[in-house]
């Protein structure tokens, strides 16, 4: 149930019914203000998204609204599937990182990590990040960081981040990458997207120092994960749960150490996403991946909701939504602690009624 895109088969095995602490980036940009930029949430309120995700994942409520977060057209979000494989068997930890959001989640008992950051400004005018310092927190954060399980899945709720990543990448020179990011619409709104692009990269035509770039270009929850990773230092499995977003986060890693002249061991460190990015017809995250000059083994979960009737997760097979909210690695855990569709399936209906 789990495909490999990249790498070998020996590091997921290498995971099979270990225990896994669940974590979640979030952050905020307000890229998403571009309207019709992106649908990863209630229109007029989608800074909330990654807020009542984290709720949901943590508590099985959202308290920050009345309802879950869904497309317009009716897609609920991601979460649903990391929560059902939690209820069916449970992470050992969840824990958030708050990585700059406007509305803060409201739950107790799990660990909220917290930087004292804001979230950034929109890359349409430049996202007026200080990179190098949000860097640097990622990297202490990743060597203090205590791990209480055998491994660590880092996801990612962020809306308009495939915006955000897109700018990022082309911003740091990958100029073959345009075509290879997914998004959460099924028909990608490309004039868009490419005239905030084309803005934000307008940004940074005359700068070439790296961070200045990233600070002008990126979101938060982007440099930070890539300051923890390299923070980590390959000490700890690291499964990055997302699809395109992540592949960016990975990039700038990329970028970063060749700018700084460094190397990476990399033997702890995989990318797991959905059926849905790894099909896509409109993006190509293995290709993305095969940017790197480093090596990372990368993996799909060959989940569908074909065994459901329900309309509203059929738009999943239909192109719509993808990935988000560690769902390709939510769904990894599961199969590798021996859930199968049918059970997850039935879960997720049961959030909808």
Known sequence: MIQTLLGQKDFIES???KSATFMLALSNTQTVNIEGITQAGIPGMIHLTPTLDSEFICTGEVRSLENIAETPKGVPTPALISRAVHLLNPY???ELLNLGLEVTPKVAYFKQHTFELTPSASIATGANIDAEALFQKGVNFGQTYSCESDYLILGESVPSGTTTATATTLG??????????SSSFKDVPNSIREETIAS?????QNKKD????LGT????MLIFNAGFILGLNNRLKVVLAGGTQMACVLLIINSILEYMGGKVESSNLAICTTKWVAEDKNSDIKALLEMLSFPVNAYYANFDFTLSNHPSLKLYDEGEAKEGVGAGGALMYGFLNDLNKEEITRKVEGFLG
């Open 92 to 94: 050992h930890h969840i």
């Open 210 to 213: 790296l961070f200045e770039i």
């Open 217 to 220: 270009v990126s979101d938060n």
């Open 200 to 204: 934000a990269l307008k940004n940074i």
């Open 172 to 181: 740091l020179g990958y100029s073959e990458a345009k075509a290879y990011f």
């Open 15 to 17: 995971l099979r019914g």
